[in-house]
């Protein structure tokens, strides 16, 4: 079960470029990367997926470089609302093994 | 949006009774699962089920049990609430799918007393 290691919390200013790094150094081969956004008493909701390489939505984007063992969530220009808690998730192909996290703690600042 | 469901929402009991906190999707999803999330921690896998008749459990030992008798509802079950049991508890599902996206509900948010 690869774990992951993300940094507990960050600051950021309103409209700036922030980046999540989470790293999982025993990711095996068929793991996929996968980032969730929580809000306080809520459930946590998908952002974006990935596999290797880049991945772009409208809302964020998911940098992976060629040996995995880390990925970057990047969020551009981010506003108040999105303050909250991100995870960073490996799930196995056969998708019966997560492993949430503590999660890095965004805050951003007016 | 995902249509998954908890009640109730919010919960507060007597040490020594029974609860059950439920749990529905309309999505069809095969795989449900539930969490336990104290505040500011992080979520811990407790029980999961791949499709009707079938619930495995989670990486944190709980005292908690489910079923799983309709594809659409999971219920979890605690016979004897403790205040150790006080915590956040999130249901959420999935499709049966190498790429599967996990949907959440709201939560329950328990108390015992």
């Known amino acids: 079960l690869a774990k992951t290691t993300q940094p507990i919390s960050m600051d950021s200013y309103e409209g700036q470029e922030v980046n999540i790094t989470c790293s999982h150094n025993n990711i095996a081969t068929n793991d996929y990367i996968t980032w969730y956004q929580q809000f306080p008493s809520q459930g946590p909701r998908f952002i974006i997926q990935g596999y290797k390489t880049k991945v772009t939505n409208e809302v964020a984007s998911l940098f992976i470089p060629a040996d995995r063992k880390s990925s970057t969530l990047s969020l551009p220009r981010v506003s108040l609302s999105d303050t909250a808690v991100y995870y960073c998730?490996?799930?196995?192909?056969?998708?019966?093994?997560?492993?949430f996290g503590t999660g890095t703690s965004l805050t951003v600042i007016p | 949006e995902a249509d998954i469901y908890q009640t109730p929402r919010y919960l507060v009991i007597g040490t020594g009774k029974k609860i059950t906190l439920e749990c529905s999707q309309t999505?069809?999803?095969?795989?449900m699962y539930w969490y336990q999330q104290d505040p500011g921690m992080e979520l811990h896998l407790i029980h999961y089920?791949?499709?009707?008749?079938?619930?495995e459990k989670g990486d944190l030992s709980s005292e908690s049990t489910v079923s799983r008798i309709r594809t659409e509802h999971f219920p979890l079950t605690l016979e004897s609430a403790r205040p150790s049991h006080t915590s956040q508890y999130l249901c959420?599902?999935?499709?049966?799918?190498?790429?599967?996206?996990?949907?959440f509900g709201p939560g329950t948010r328990l108390l015992v007393l």
């Open positions: 998730l490996v799930e196995t192909d056969t998708g019966n093994q997560f492993y």
């Open positions: 999505m069809g999803h095969d795989k």
């Open positions: 089920s791949y499709g009707v008749n079938s619930t």
């Open positions: 959420a599902s999935s499709e049966f799918s190498p790429q599967e996206t996990q949907y």
